[in-house]
């Protein structure tokens, strides 16, 4: 896509859609923002606590968890965040429910569902052909400011396949939307998937991250297989507890991973 052409947003039926559940709920496009995250935060921060959606076509700094850079293009990738005031009994497990309705919203759309897995804590990724590559993130945020508590739901999500630059191709290359649903694009992805995440977020805040807790098991990608956490320890995954705590069988016992610190691969 070219930097001229404009991008339709679905904004009204957004709007429309959110609304009567999220009263005095606004949503917003920004050409162009350092991450849609730190925007939302810097925006709490000056007073402004609203239900917002914010959307941006490109982002400069995007991030991802554990102080990755998270890469896009305008046009190949949906960046938003969420942003509201919740205040839920226990706070765990809440990108995982985010993982899970994201990954319910886009399979709907296909042909064969089940291919949307969900890799703990926080990625989506696309399971097709025996192949397996990281397809969308979540960065879950929260900020307490003058005795409110805010959060910061952050999603990326490649519809199209875009070139990497030759500092970022080292990594391994991320799959994309469009590789399981050929007409996919930014906007209709967007309103696929928003108005089922107000509904979960809503959700998780009365009755935590139970209920979702079978819906993530069905999509686990690591369940079952041997895993190395970022501390070297191996072990064998479990599964994730009814509070979302990955369960890791290591040499020394049953492990419950809980530290955002901590990333988990396959071997
Ligand atoms: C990850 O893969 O670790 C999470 C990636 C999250 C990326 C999204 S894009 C919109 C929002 N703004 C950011 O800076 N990050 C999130």
């Known amino acids: 896509m070219s930097t001229v052409d404009p991008i339709r947003w679905p904004l009204e039926a957004i709007w429309q859609a959110v609304e009567p559940t999220l009263p005095g709920f606004t949503c917003e496009v920004l050409p162009t923002v350092d991450s849609t995250n730190t925007e939302l935060m810097r925006r709490f921060k000056a007073g402004q606590p609203e ?20 890469h896009s293009q305008r046009g190949d990738s949906l960046m938003f965040s969420l942003g509201l005031q919740l205040a839920p009994a226990d706070w765990s497990g809440l990108s995982l429910a985010v993982g899970v309705s994201l990954a319910e919203s ?3 759309a296909s042909a064969v569902h089940h291919r949307i897995a969900l890799k703990w804590p926080n990625d989506l990724w696309l399971v097709q052909n025996k192949t397996e590559r990281k397809l969308g ?3 879950v945020e929260t900020a307490t400011f003058e005795g409110q508590r ?7 999500i490649n519809v199209h396949a875009f070139e990497l630059t030759l500092q970022e191709s080292t990594a391994i290359a991320p799959n994309c939307l469009q590789n399981l649903q050929p007409d996919a694009d930014v906007t209709s992805t967007l309103l696929r998937v928003l108005p089922p995440l107000v509904q979960t977020v809503l959700a998780f805040a009365q009755f935590g991250f139970a209920p ?3 819906r993530f098991a069905l999509r686990d990608v690591l369940a079952g297989r041997d895993v190395q ?9 479990h599964g994730v507890t009814e ?4 369960l890791v069988h290591t040499s020394s016992g ?6 955002s610190e901590v990333s988990v691969r396959p071997c």
């Open 51 to 70: 239900p917002t959606l914010l959307v941006a076509e490109q982002q400069s700094a995007g991030r991802g968890r554990l102080g990755r850079q998270w």
């Open 137 to 139: 993130g979540i960065l």
């Open 150 to 156: 805010y959060v910061v739901i952050g999603v990326g």
């Open 229 to 237: 956490l970022s501390d070297g320890t191996h072990g064998q995954a």
């Open 106 to 108: 886009l399979d709907a």
């Open 212 to 214: 979702f807790q079978a």
């Open 243 to 246: 509070t979302g705590a990955l």
């Open 254 to 259: 049953m492990k419950e991973i809980t530290s």
